[in-house]
C-alpha cells in the first residue's frame, strides 16, 4: 500500500519528484534536478494511476546523504543557514498557499521587503527547501566539493594572515607546542566556576609562553607574541558554547536555562503524525519468570507512544528494565514498523486496516528522563523528529498518554491475580498479592496488545474536543479520527527505511580498534570489509575509534556508522575470542564481567596467601638445612672449593643408589611346589620344558641369589 507521503521522491519519464504536501484529490510536488523548478499541483488519481501502471516508482531520496550529516558544519555555514531561515521559515509553513502561484508572490514580494534581498535568492532558498527534503538543514551551503574541511594549514616560515599596518612586529603562527599551552589555561582557568575573563585568561597563557613584564625591551618581545585575536579565535574552535555553558555555570543552570529546544511547543497537532506523546509507567502487577512460570520476576515497565490528534496508541513496549533510552527505543521503533508483523510474532492476528500505523512522525513530546543526550541527537538528526520535553515536575503536559495507562491497566485488572493494591496484605490472615503473580512478561504483552487494539478501534472518547472541520457524523474514536486525519489533514506521517531506522534508534558509542578486532564493552568483533581492509594489522602503534550502534538485548551484532554518519551501516560479528558471550544480552556481559571481576580479587587473596606459605615453608626449609650442617668456617677456602667435580660425581652415585625412576616394587611371595603322583615309565623324571618363572630370576630366590 502506496500512501504517497510527504517528503516521499519518484521517478517518472527520467524526472525525479518530490512530494511537497497532500490532500485526497491534490499533491504538490516539484521537480528536484530543474534550476528553475517551482511546486506543481498534480491530481492524486493521476498519480495512483501512474503507480498502478508501473509508468512511476518509488526511489531513495538522493539527498538523504547530506541531510542526515548535518554535524560537522561550520559557523559560517550555520549562519547562513539560519538566516535563509529565518526569511524563508515563516512562510514555507503557509501549506498549500505557499504552492500557489498567486499567494506566492505576494509572500515573496514580503521576504524581499523584510529583509531586503532579491527575489532570485528567495526563490533560490525556497527551492533548496523544497527539492532537498523540507528541512532547515536543506539550506546549509552545499561544500562537499569545495575546501579542505578538517584539515589544518601546514606551518611555515611564513606568517600567515593579514600583513600587518599599524601594530608592531610580524607577529607568529600559532604551533603544536603554543597550541598545547592554550589548551592547558582554558582548562585551569576558563572552563571553571571561577568565571575568569578570557583576557585573564590570555595572559596567563602568555606568562607559561615565556612572556615576562619585568624584562627589558618587553615591548617588542610582546610583539612577536601570540594576539589575544589568535587566542580568542582558538578558543572559538577549542571549546563549544554548551561546554562552555556547563562549565562555568553548571550543569542545573544549562539544562534550566540554556538547553536547546529541538522542537516547538504548539497548542494543537495538526493532524495524524503531527505530534506523538511518549511516556513510561510501572505496571500495577507481578509477573512470574518464562522458564519455570515460579519465580516472581517484579512489575513490568509498559511505554505507550500516542498521537496527540487521533488519541490512536501508535506504538508499545512492555518490559522488565527501567525507564530508559533503551526501552524508549523498543517503543519509537515499534510506532514505526508494521504492526501485523509485530502482533504475528506474539501469536495476535490482525490486519493492516486494523493497526494502520507505519511510519515516522514530525515530533516527540516526552520527558527529561530517556529523551536527552546522545541518542536523542541521533533520534533528531538523523530521523528528522523534532523532540520536546517537558519541564519538571510537569506531567500533566503529556496528559493524553498519562491517561492512557489509567485506562489501559484498568481494562485487565479484574482478571489477573497479582495486582498491586494499597497495601501489600489484603487483610488480617490474608495472602500476599506478590505471591498471586501468575503472568509472565509475554502474556502481559499480548493482554496490553489486545486492549490497544480495542482500545484504537472502540474506544468512544466522551470528551474529545473536535476541531469545526471535523464532521459531526464521525465517531470520536481514534482509528476513524487518524483515518479521516489522513485523508483530509496535512498528513505529517513519513515513511522509513525499517532497518536503517532500528539501527539509528540504537544506543551509539565510540569503541577502540585493536589487532583483536572493535571492543565494544570487552566483546570483540570482526567483519570481512574490516580484514580485508587490513584495520587490525595497520592498529598497532597507534590509536583508532569508530562510531558503532548496538542492541542491549543481544550481543551477536554490532552495526559500524562509517564516517560516523547516520545513513548506513556495516554489521560486525562477535568473534570466536568472545564466543563465551555469544547469545547473551550486554546486562549478561556486564554481569559476567562483575562476577569475574570479583572472582580475580579473589584469586588475587589466594595468590598472596600462597606465596606467603611458600615464603615461610622455604625459610623453614633452611633454617632447617643450617642447623644440619657442619661449621667449615676453620678451613680454607682453596681447599673447599678443591675437588667440586669429583665430590659432585660421587654424589650422583650415591642419589642413584637411592632413586629411581618406579617406586619400590614388593617382593611376591613364592608359592610351594605341589609334587605330583606320576609313576614313570623309564623311572626317572623326564626334562623340564616350561616357560621358566621371571620374577625368580629378577628378585633371586631364597637363597639370595
Request: aromatic letters at 10%; a neutral charge; one cysteine or more.
Amino acid at each position: 500500500m502506496n500512501m504517497l507521503l510527504v517528503n516521499d521522491v519518484y521517478e517518472l519519464s527520467g524526472h525525479r519528484y518530490r512530494i511537497l504536501w497532500g490532500e485526497p484529490k491534490t499533491i504538490y510536488w516539484i521537480d528536484i534536478d530543474a534550476e528553475n523548478a517551482l511546486p506543481q499541483q498534480v491530481e492524486r488519481t493521476v498519480l495512483v494511476e501512474h503507480l498502478a501502471n508501473e509508468e512511476m516508482r518509488w526511489i531513495d531520496d538522493p539527498f538523504e546523504l547530506f541531510i542526515l550529516n548535518p554535524t560537522k558544519q561550520s559557523q559560517w555555514g550555520k549562519d547562513i543557514q539560519k538566516k535563509a531561515w529565518e526569511m524563508v521559515g515563516p512562510y514555507v509553513t503557509n501549506e498549500p498557499a505557499i504552492y500557489e502561484r498567486g499567494s506566492r508572490g505576494k509572500m515573496i514580494q514580503a521576504m524581499v521587503v523584510k529583509h531586503e534581498t532579491t527575489k532570485a535568492l528567495v526563490y533560490r532558498k525556497l527551492r533548496e527547501y523544497w527539492q532537498r527534503g523540507k528541512s532547515p538543514h536543506a539550506l546549509y551551503p552545499d561544500t562537499t566539493n569545495k575546501g579542505s574541511p578538517n584539515k589544518p594549514k601546514a606551518i611555515t616560515d611564513k606568517k600567515r594572515g593579514r600583513p600587518r599596518k599599524v601594530a608592531l612586529g610580524t607577529g607568529t603562527n600559532i604551533t603544536t607546542e603554543i597550541e598545547k599551552i592554550f589548551r592547558t589555561v582554558i582548562k585551569v582557568y576558563y572552563l571553571t566556576k571561577d568565571e575568569n575573563t578570557v583576557r585573564f585568561v590570555y595572559r596567563r597563557a602568555l606568562f607559561l609562553l615565556g612572556f615576562d613584564s619585568t624584562k627589558k625591551n618587553n615591548e617588542e618581545q610582546l610583539a612577536e607574541a601570540p594576539t589575544y585575536e589568535q587566542f580568542y579565535y582558538f578558543l572559538q574552535k577549542e571549546v563549544t558554547e554548551t561546554e562552555k555553558i556547563k562549565k562555568r555555570l553548571g550543569e542545573i543552570i544549562y539544562q534550566k536555562d540554556y538547553r536547546p529546544v529541538l522542537g516547538s511547543s504548539t497548542a494543537g497537532a495538526m493532524g495524524p503524525g503531527s505530534l506523538y506523546q511518549i511516556d513510561a509507567t510501572i505496571g500495577d502487577l507481578y509477573l512470574i519468570d518464562e522458564e519455570t512460570r515460579s519465580v516472581i520476576v517484579g512489575r513490568p515497565v509498559i511505554y505507550i507512544v500516542i498521537d496527540v490528534f487521533s488519541r490512536m496508541i501508535t506504538g508499545v513496549h512492555v518490559g522488565l528494565e527501567g525507564p530508559s533510552w533503551v526501552s524508549a527505543m523498543f517503543a519509537l521503533a515499534n510506532t514505526m514498523f508494521d504492526k501485523v508483523r509485530y502482533c504475528a510474532s506474539y501469536g495476535i492476528t490482525i490486519n493492516h486496516d486494523e493497526w494502520p500505523v507505519i511510519g515516522k512522525p514530525e515530533a516527540i513530546l516526552g520527558d527529561k528522563g530517556e529523551l536527552i543526550g546522545k541518542a536523542v541527537e541521533v533520534l533528531s538528526e538523523a530521523l528528522f523528529i523534532n523532540v520536546q520535553n517537558t519541564p519538571s515536575f510537569r506531567a500533566d503536559w503529556k496528559g493524553i498518554v498519562e491517561q492512557q495507562f489509567r485506562t489501559l491497566q484498568a481494562d485487565f485488572k479484574p482478571y489477573v491475580e497479582g495486582y498491586v493494591t494499597n497495601t501489600i496484605v489484603k487483610k488480617r490472615g490474608g495472602s500476599d498479592y506478590r505471591l498471586d503473580a501468575e503472568l509472565t512478561l509475554r502474556d502481559i504483552t499480548r493482554i496490553i496488545i489486545n486492549c490497544v487494539i480495542i482500545y484504537n478501534t472502540t474506544h468512544a472518547m466522551e470528551y474529545y474536543d473536535p476541531d469545526r472541520d471535523i464532521p459531526t457524523n464521525l465517531p470520536l474514536i481514534p482509528l476513524a479520527l487518524w483515518n479521516w486525519g489522513i485523508q483530509n489533514r496535512t498528513g505529517k506521517l513519513r515513511g522509513v527505511n525499517e532497518e536503517l531506522a532500528a539501527v539509528n534508534l540504537m544506543p551509539h558509542k565510540e569503541v577502540s580498534v585493536s589487532e583483536l578486532g572493535l571492543n565494544l564493552f570487552g566483546c570483540y568483533y570482526s567483519a570481512a570489509i574490516a580484514v580485508k581492509e587490513g584495520w587490525f594489522e595497520r592498529i598497532k602503534g597507534q590509536s583508532m575509534r569508530v562510531l558503532v550502534a548496538y542492541d542491549p538485548h543481544c550481543t551477536d551484532t554490532i552495526y559500524f556508522r562509517p564516517d560516523g554518519k547516520y545513513d548506513k551501516f556495516i554489521p560486525f560479528e562477535l568473534t570466536e575470542r568472545s564466543r563465551a558471550f555469544r547469545g547473551l544480552t550486554f546486562w549478561d556481559v556486564w554481569r559476567i564481567q562483575a562476577e569475574q571481576s570479583k572472582t580475580g580479587a579473589r584469586s588475587k587473596l589466594t595468590k598472596l596467601k600462597g606465596e606467603l606459605t611458600r615464603d615461610k615453608k622455604i625459610e623453614e626449609i633452611v633454617e632447617e638445612a643450617r642447623s644440619k650442617n657442619n661449621d667449615m668456617s676453620h678451613l680454607p677456602k682453596s681447599q673447599r672449593t678443591a675437588n667440586i667435580r669429583e665430590n659432585k660425581k660421587n654424589e650422583i652415585d650415591i642419589h642413584r643408589a637411592r632413586n629411581g625412576l618406579m617406586p619400590p616394587l614388593s617382593k611376591p611371595e613364592k608359592l610351594p611346589v605341589k609334587k605330583d603322583n606320576v609313576v614313570y615309565l623309564s623311572g626317572e623324571k623326564p626334562q623340564d620344558y616350561s616357560v621358566p618363572n621371571m620374577l625368580d630370576i629378577i628378585y633371586g630366590d631364597d637363597d639370595g641369589n
